[in-house]
């Protein structure tokens, strides 16, 4: 029986508030993204992890900031891309919230939040979010794999811990998707049941997969045999 929601670590050291578009054109590197965060041994806080119709939605952002160290920020869908269709200002707007719990809130320990911010054309954040000119924001050209080496450079950095290398990430990331199919059809599930499944299910089969395959994520692509 699959879980309901994201089984989260307790530790404010460990989450990352995860600010994202959610259309499905996104979504190769919305799993891309997870995965990557999981396997650098953190633990993604989004809200899709659970769904409740009855939730505000601010206060579910509001306690998924507080409770999470990092936070990675995705601005690669402020821009409308047709006539008559409003920019996305969600992002702008949670990263707003991430950067004044940093700089306001009476409790030290946010004085340490670190975030990563992501676009998808180099300098275009500039255009829409001038506010954010001379930040160090990281551009993945809507290429998963060039999302992976950001995700997993900027852990390295905040960190100083050595990281599994990205191409390893990418490889098992695939392996991943390979093994979930498989297993899926062998459940007579087809790949929609796949791409329709829910975060807090696709982030659990994650997790349990990483765990099954090793015990220290460097190890991963050794014991694949690789």
Same mark, same amino acid.
């Given at each position: 029986?699959?879980?309901?929601?994201?089984?989260?670590?307790?530790?404010? @050291?460990?989450?990352?508030?995860?600010?994202?578009?959610?259309?499905?054109?996104?979504?190769?590197?919305?799993?891309?993204?997870?995965?990557?965060?999981?396997?650098?041994?953190?633990?993604?806080?989004?809200?899709?992890? #659970?769904?409740?119709?009855?939730?505000? %939605?601010?206060?579910?952002?509001?306690?998924?900031?507080?409770?999470?160290?990092?936070?990675?920020?995705?601005?690669? %869908?402020?821009?409308?891309?047709?006539?008559?269709?409003?920019?996305?200002?969600?992002?702008?707007?949670?990263?707003?919230?991430?950067?004044?719990?940093?700089?306001?809130?009476?409790?030290?320990?946010? #004085?340490?939040?670190?975030?990563?911010?992501?676009?998808?054309?180099?300098?275009?954040?500039?255009?829409?979010?001038?506010?954010?000119?001379?930040?160090?924001? %990281?551009?993945?050209?809507?290429?998963?794999?060039?999302?992976?080496?950001?995700? #997993?450079?900027?852990?390295?950095?905040?960190?100083?811990?050595?990281?599994?290398?990205?191409?390893?990430?990418?490889?098992?990331?695939?392996?991943?998707?390979?093994?979930?199919? @498989?297993?899926?059809?062998?459940?007579?599930?087809?790949?929609?049941?796949?791409?329709?499944?829910?975060?807090?299910?696709?982030?659990?089969?994650?997790?349990?997969?990483?765990?099954?395959?090793?015990?220290?994520?460097?190890?991963?692509?050794?014991?694949?045999?690789?």
């Amino acid at each position: 029986m699959a879980k309901e929601k994201i089984e989260t670590m307790d530790s404010f @050291e460990k989450n990352v508030f995860v600010n994202c578009p959610f259309d499905n054109e996104y979504n190769s590197l919305l799993k891309t993204l997870l995965f990557t965060i999981l396997y650098c041994g953190y633990n993604p806080r989004i809200a899709l992890e #659970r769904l409740d119709s009855g939730e505000v %939605r601010l206060m579910k952002i509001k306690e998924l900031i507080d409770e999470s160290k990092f936070s990675i920020h995705d601005l690669s %869908r402020i821009k409308s891309s047709g006539k008559d269709e409003y920019y996305r200002l969600n992002m702008p707007f949670e990263i707003g919230l991430d950067l004044g719990c940093r700089l306001y809130n009476s409790d030290k320990k946010y #004085r340490n939040k670190k975030s990563l911010i992501l676009e998808a054309e180099q300098y275009s954040y500039q255009k829409g979010l001038s506010d954010l000119s001379n930040s160090d924001v %990281r551009c993945h050209k809507n290429e998963p794999e060039e999302l992976v080496y950001d995700i #997993r450079n900027w852990f390295g950095d905040i960190s100083g811990n050595e990281m599994p290398g990205g191409s390893m990430i990418w490889d098992n990331y695939n392996y991943f998707l390979t093994d979930l199919f @498989e297993t899926m059809k062998d459940k007579g599930l087809k790949q929609k049941d796949i791409d329709k499944m829910t975060i807090p299910e696709l982030v659990n089969k994650m997790k349990d997969w990483i765990e099954t395959k090793t015990t220290k994520p460097n190890n991963v692509y050794k014991a694949l045999g690789e």
